[in-house]
Structures are given as structure tokens and as C-alpha cells.
């Protein structure tokens, strides 16, 4: 299935310039991608301030939840067995994209392509959406498809099996972690940092939301600064 989608696919990267062009912005800017997701949240975060209503709970449990299916991505990718990014698969046929440079960083080259941790981060912030509102969580589904998986699958970044795995994985874990039963076993503690020192806490969510909306950029950066000084 995969080879026969990433083939099919094939044929329309030579066709327009623009449109892969305007496909690779999408894919790599944090502008469609997270903080338009993060803007939702925040929206619902202040929308609801009722304290008898759990939105709040839910908000705090889905980026639990987020950071937990990127995390076993993450170790999935590192210790699962290799599977090279259909770009750089010598199986498939080779695709050129008109108006693209061809990939010039080896991290993509040698970084295991399944599962996509973008469709487990992306989808599991959609289905605490879908939690709070099922219409606007369904269109952020819709949205998340549209334009975070499809174009990872249109450039050879991940194969569809890629994508379907990491959106399960995401959606698998913010039910886990909104249940009610676990919420219970932080969010009394949450909720109390809240009560008492309430600008200090949402001013730290935000920074955590900013993080996770740019994917963790700065964090990454800052490890990789790190591991260079340790002896290998």
C-alpha cells in the first residue's frame, strides 16, 4: 500500500513548481501547524473559566497527554526497526520536485520514518478539542489532515502507514490521559497551583504551549548543544 500511494503521488511532483512550493512552506511553518492549535486551546481555556466546567481539566490533561505520544514516537523512531523516509527509500521510484531543492539535512536521511511523531502531536491536540467541542474538534481533524499529514506524505517525509500509526498513538493517548480517573491524580495538584499563583502558572503553561506548538524546537536545539560535549 505504501509503495503504491508514494507512486501514485509521484506523478504530480512535476506538474506545478508553486504548488510544491507553497505544499513545503506549509509543511515546515509553525504558523499552519501548531500555533494555530495552541490558539484554540488558549481560546477554550478562557472561553471557560466556569469552575464547574472540566475544560480547563481537559486542556491541561490533552498536553500531557501530547508530550506522552510524542515521547513514545520518539523511542519508537530510536529503537524500532529502520525504515528509511520514501524519499530516501531506494525501493521506490525517484521523485523529483520542481522547484524544490533536493533534502539537504542527514538527520532526515538516517532518522527512522515510522511512526510520524508529527501525526501523533497533532492529532492527539485535535482529539482534546474534540473533547471540549465535537465541531470544532472535527474540523481541526480535518484540518490537521489537510495540512500537517498529507503534505508529509506528498514531499516522501513519511509513508501513509507512517501517519496512521502516529495519529493513533496520539488519539490513543490524550484518552488515556483525560479520563477521569488520572486526571485525579493531578488535577487537584493543578488546580491548586492555579488558585494560588495564577499568572506564574498560566504564564509557564504558555511557555509549554509555545514549545510544543514549534515542536519542541528550542528544546531540541538546546540537547543537541549538549550531547556535542559529552565524549563519545
Known sequence: MNISVMNWLGQFTMMS?????IVHFISG?????????MGMLWYFWFRD?????NTRDIVIATLIGCVVAVVIARAANTMGPYQPRPFANAALAHHVYIGLPVPESQALYIWNSFPSDHAALFFSLATGIFLISRMAGSLLYLYVLIFIALPRVYLGLHYPTDIIAGTLLGI??????TRAGVIKLYGRYCNM?????????QAALFIVTV???????DVRLL???IVKYFPR
Open 193 to 201: 497551583l492555579l488558585d494560588r499563583y495564577p499568572a506564574a502558572f
Open 49 to 53: 473559566t466556569d469552575p464547574k466546567s
Open 29 to 37: 511553518s509553525d504558523l499552519f501547524k501548531g500555533l494555530p492549535i
Open 17 to 21: 513548481a508553486p504548488f510544491n512550493q
Open 211 to 217: 514549545e510544543i506548538g514549534t515542536l519542541f524546537y
Open 223 to 225: 540537547l543537541e548543544g
Open 172 to 177: 490513543a493517548c490524550v484518552a488515556l490521559s
